[in-house]
């Protein structure tokens, strides 16, 4: 039986930070994600936004840890090679009752310490925005986008560098209190540790129910987005934001553009039963591009390439508003479970603030002593695509595989699919290329691209193609082939 000073339930965002941050000391870590890589859950469902801290009412963890994490991003991004670019958003008013909530958000993010806040006349905002009209805007300087895989790999990954273990397509079944600690159950065997740390986001609740009657329900919400092709990408150059709709406890369908010049639409608000019901919908993109409208009334249909959708993770119901503050305890009645507990928006911003204030509880369990060989390696590299012909040329000349293009839509080689399926974390699935370097999420979504990939995956790692996943354990892309290879050739 391996044991662990602190096991992990959950790779997404919030786990793999907590995991990066533990790394720093002389602990021994484990990570358990039931999916094929990290991020394969809600974290890499979102808008990718790092908040300022506007939102949240003064006071609350949601706030405090926002602001923090926030102001960590910097440093982060220069460490570990995730893109991070600061473009600030507006939130729009159409009318004189819709400013008094922009003076409301105001005051919320001075009480904050949110810097730079103005609210700006409708020919103001347009001067920066020429294709949005509104009333007034509230300029947030303070907000930024990420890929939130991008930033939740390198997490991840840079764990891994300094010993973290992370068991992939691994579910905990079962934990079981002992005199010092914990037994945790799951498909790849029995493990033991010290303190155990509840990450696992929609599923916190049935981690909890393994110890203990939960005080708590997770209310799903659905939430929706459209992809505009990069063709619009001048569409906007900063983030737009409606006044947030206060009964649902969301901010509201958004226009955002992404590090790779994609747009984003979205996201719908839409509370379900079901945990896993991931899917997108005809009328609910429907209903996104009425209300994107409003704000851009140009914005095309047929530029739409693709769609998504992720679930909130909610502590309150409709009836209560949706809106509930995060929850990070230890169990009273079980000593070393500590509980992330709806983690949701901002929570992607205060991850790493999150992650420092786990470690600080820590220091009650264990001598916190940091590891003097302590490393950080910047996991996401210039792309091929973004090099100069001169770059290109002594690439390619170095590494012929960088002269075969595999996606085509993103200009990714073959040299650089196989970089992504050489991760530190083992991880072998389609969504594990895409998510690392690209190759298909162009226009044309993979119709290319996936042929070449199986055929890498097939002759640079040996991988059967009955075995070859899409994005999760039971995405087997293929069932067998339709015609056998002859022993002749």
């Not at 619009?232 to 934001?241: C, E, T």
């Amino acid at each position: 039986m391996k044991n662990f000073h602190v096991a992990i339930i959950g790779g997404g965002v919030i786990g793999s930070a907590v995991a990066w941050e533990l790394s720093k000391y002389k602990l021994d870590v484990v990570v358990f994600e039931k999916g094929v890589d990290v991020c394969s859950g809600n974290s890499k469902a979102n808008s990718g936004v790092v908040h300022s801290g506007i939102n949240s009412p003064p006071g609350s963890l949601k706030a405090r840890f926002c602001v923090q994490g926030n102001k960590m991003f910097q440093e982060l991004s220069e460490k570990l090679g995730f893109s991070l670019k600061w473009v600030g958003k507006y939130i729009i008013a159409k009318d004189e009752e819709e400013t008094n909530e922009l003076e409301r958000l105001k005051k919320v993010g001075e009480e904050n310490n949110v810097p730079g806040l103005e609210i700006l006349s409708g020919r103001e905002v347009k001067q920066k925005e020429p294709n949005v009209s509104c009333y007034r805007g509230l300029w947030v300087p303070t907000a930024g986008i990420v890929l939130p895989y991008e930033f939740t790999i390198a997490l991840a990954e840079n764990a891994v560098l300094n010993d973290v273990v992370f068991y992939l397509e691994t579910k905990v079944n079962g934990l079981k209190k002992t005199k010092d600690g914990f037994l945790i159950e799951t498909n790849k065997g029995v493990f033991q540790s010290r303190v155990v740390i509840n990450a696992a986001g929609l599923n916190c609740r049935d981690v909890v129910s393994m110890l203990e009657k939960p005080d708590f329900n997770v209310y799903p919400c659905r939430g929706e987005y459209l992809i505009l092709d990069k063709e619009y990408s001048s569409l906007v150059n900063s983030m737009i934001y409606p006044v947030p709709v206060k009964e649902l406890g969301v901010l509201g369908v958004h226009i955002t553009p992404t590090i790779e010049g994609n747009i984003l639409l979205g996201p719908s608000a839409e509370f379900i039963d079901d945990l896993e019901a991931t899917c997108t919908t005809r009328d609910m993109m429907k209903t996104l591009m009425e209300e994107v409208r409003v704000i851009i009334p140009d914005i095309p249909e047929e530029g739409v390439i693709s769609a998504y959708s992720g679930i909130r993770c909610k502590l309150a119901s409709p009836s209560e508003g949706g809106w509930a503050d995060f929850r990070i305890e230890e169990s009273r009645k079980n000593p070393g479970l500590i509980n992330l507990l709806g983690i949701e928006s901002p929570g992607l911003t205060a991850a790493p603030a999150i992650a420092k204030k786990i470690s600080d509880m820590l220091s009650d369990f264990f001598d916190m002593s940091l590891k003097d060989d302590f490393k950080t390696k910047r996991i996401f590299d210039k792309r091929f695509s973004e090099m100069s012909l001169d770059e290109k040329s002594k690439l390619v000349k170095s590494n012929n595989r960088h002269g075969r293009i595999i996606c085509r839509c993103e200009q990714v080689t073959e040299g650089e699919v196989i970089d992504a399926l050489s991760n530190l974390l083992g991880a072998k699935s389609l969504s594990s290329v895409k998510y690392r370097c690209r190759a298909g999420m162009g226009r044309c979504q993979g119709g290319f691209c996936t042929q070449h990939i199986v055929r890498v995956m097939e002759k640079n790692f040996d991988m059967d193609v009955k075995e070859i996943k899409l994005k999760s354990s039971e995405s087997n892309l293929f069932v067998g082939r339709t015609r056998e290879t002859s022993e002749e050739g």
